[in-house]
């Protein structure tokens, strides 16, 4: 029985732990390298997406992502 009960606290620890991580996280805000990041994603998967059914529209986004990817490389300089 006290094994359990070791076992249930460590537990209920690591739990906890978990869960002020995650809590931190959600009112963390997001710096604009991270939004560039999050812009060129996207960006990049629709150029994906539309690579398959109009491939203007696809260079449209991939220059759009290049543009993003410039302000992205001027902020780490």
Not at 39 to 56: A, G, H, I, P, V
């Amino acid at each position: 029985m006290i094994i359990l009960l070791l076992v249930d606290e460590t537990f209920l620890q690591v739990i906890c732990l978990i869960n002020k991580k995650i809590m931190f996280g959600l009112f963390k805000k997001k710096s604009a390298k991270e939004k560039l990041h999050e812009q060129y994603k996207n960006l990049l998967k629709e150029s994906f997406d539309l690579s398959k059914s109009n491939r203007t529209a696809s260079d449209a986004k991939q220059a759009e992502a290049d543009v993003i990817l410039k302000k992205i490389e001027a902020l780490e300089k």
